[in-house]
């Protein structure tokens, strides 16, 4: 009987609640108000092979915003490699330091931008907190055990990820230590690209980690970013955001 109740409330519901339907009524990627360019390409270790993977977020209609069907947190065309997140998922993971989130905020790669995405991008360092130590380091400890685990068991490790991983921790040294994401690794590029081609041995590669944790530690305990991102000045710019939704016109 239970679930004869449960079956019968779904059929009831019908579409709402359903975010992919009420994309579908939509084209909401017409919506997208900041597109940029991250990965490989933004941070100069492109190659021949190298995808170009565009990212960003959107603006929905508040009238799609405010019906029952909602929208999706996250837009994406698997063959052009795009991904668009809504703008209140944005802000939540840029004030998690989510590592993408972040990077699609200081790259040097940007295509389209609105004046309301612009306003964002003047005031990006808000988001910059210790939470970038908690995050970027937990992310590196528990990749680089399984790579560990990868090698016992199988002779090898994905080196590409092995670079990613790499310049993820050189990346959260500078944010801690200059209240900036850099996106480019010029400095590094040489030996992040050995590590990619399978040129530098894993010991190698494991000294050099074990290096950029220590420095990492020291730089947590001397920088003088925030225990907390700006929640509050995040939270009026998307009350902005919304209110701005009502219009016909992209703001």
Not at 35 to 62: K, N, V
Not at 70 to 90: D, H, R
Not at 201 to 217: D, G, I, N, V
């Amino acid at each position: 009987m239970p679930s004869e109740i449960t079956l019968l409330a779904k059929l009831k519901e019908g579409e709402i609640g359903n975010s992919k339907i009420s994309s579908g009524r939509i084209d909401l990627f017409q919506r997208v108000i900041f597109q940029c360019i991250i990965g490989s390409q933004a941070y100069g270790l492109a190659d021949s092979d190298s995808d170009i993977d565009r990212r960003g977020f959107y603006l929905p209609p508040a009238e799609l915003q405010w019906s029952l069907y909602g929208v999706p947190e996250q837009l994406e065309c698997e063959p052009t490699q795009e991904a668009y997140w809504e703008i209140q998922k944005f802000l939540v993971l840029a004030l998690k330091a989510n590592p993408n989130v972040l990077e699609c905020l200081y790259t040097p790669l940007i295509e389209k931008t609105t004046p309301l995405a612009d306003e964002l991008l003047a005031m990006r360092s808000m988001f910059l907190s210790r939470l970038v130590y908690q995050t970027y380091n937990g992310y590196v400890m528990s990749q680089f055990k399984k790579m560990q685990a990868d090698i016992r068991n199988q002779g090898q490790a994905k080196w590409k990820h092995v670079m990613h991983l790499i310049r993820l921790l050189i990346s959260g040294i500078n944010v801690l230590r200059e209240g900036f994401v850099p996106v480019r690794v010029d400095d590094h590029r040489e030996q992040l690209l050995a590590i990619k081609k399978g040129e530098m041995q894993w010991e190698e590669t494991e000294k050099w980690r074990l290096a950029l944790h220590k420095e990492f530690e020291k730089a947590m305990e001397e920088t003088k970013l925030p225990e907390r991102p700006d929640y509050e000045k995040a939270n009026d710019f998307l009350v902005k955001a919304r209110r701005a939704a009502v219009g016909g016109e992209l703001p």
